[in-house]
């Protein structure tokens, strides 16, 4: 599985997003919590950020978050106000290449996947000329993405998790989506929180602190945020398909 977060809010530094929390994206990398499958994030991280102009810019890599020297520097230089990170841990047989790492984009929107399921199982639905940038899952999902992203972003979202359930019931689908004012995110199969904070929202695979404030989101459930908002609703209920545990209590 994979740990990412979504920051939506008034501009924070990127270096302080990814790199001050004493429990965020490098600890869960290296240590998840939460996590259901999998006990270490090694094979690569990602960063993305929307700039003034809607624009999204992407630093991927296949070196462990910990080891990264790159982009701690260059994220102390960076701040924006709708911000993804994701750190990856490949499923068996899928290749470690900088092209299977999230964040994905379309130069509109940041993807990211926290899950798995079966790419052959899904081909139905990949149109003729859709072609993902890697063979790894969480490529296809984004292909499907940009091109059904037309319209309400969450319901494009919540469509695309029931069609890929059809044709894979035992997947797992903690989708997150950004488009610079937003984030979109499901739970399915694994676990996620947020925590309102005085200028914005942080919507996690887990808590990036022991302090207070994390709300865990309930399995099968889809998150809608903002600045200034944050709404959460139940999935639609699937029989057979998997659920995730219960995380570890959360503070608050």
Not at 36 to 55: E, T
Not at 56 to 78: G, N
Not at 223 to 230: C, I, N
């Amino acid at each position: 599985m994979c740990r990412h977060f979504a920051w939506v809010g008034a501009p924070r530094n990127l270096h302080a997003l990814f790199y001050e929390p004493s429990y965020g994206l490098v600890e869960q990398a290296r240590l998840p919590r939460w996590q259901q499958v999998g006990l270490v994030n090694k094979d690569g991280f990602g960063a993305g950020w929307h700039g003034p102009d809607g624009r999204t810019t992407v630093y991927r890599t296949t070196t462990p978050i910990w080891d990264d020297t790159e982009f701690p520097a260059r994220s102390r230089e960076l701040s924006a106000s709708c911000v993804l990170g994701a750190a990856r841990a490949a499923s068996p047989g899928m290749p470690l290449e900088r092209a299977a790492n999230a964040p994905f984009t379309d130069g509109r929107l940041l993807f990211s996947l926290n899950g798995q399921f079966d790419t052959s199982a899904v081909a139905p639905l990949v149109p003729p000329g859709v072609v993902p940038e890697s063979t790894v899952d969480s490529a296809l999902l984004a292909a499907l993405l940009w091109h059904r992203a037309t319209g309400p972003l969450d319901a494009v979202v919540e469509n695309l998790l029931y069609d890929i359930v059809e044709h894979d019931i035992a997947a797992c689908l903690n989708l997150m989506v950004t488009d610079g004012t937003r984030v979109v995110a499901t739970t399915w199969a694994e676990t996620l929180c947020y925590r309102r904070e005085d200028d914005g929202i942080l919507v996690a695979s887990e808590p990036h602190d022991d302090g207070d404030g994390w709300i865990t989101v309930p399995d099968r459930s889809i998150v809608v945020a903002d600045a200034g908002s944050l709404t959460v609703r139940p999935l639609r209920a699937i029989v057979a398909a998997p659920v995730a545990l219960p995380g570890e209590a959360v503070p608050g």
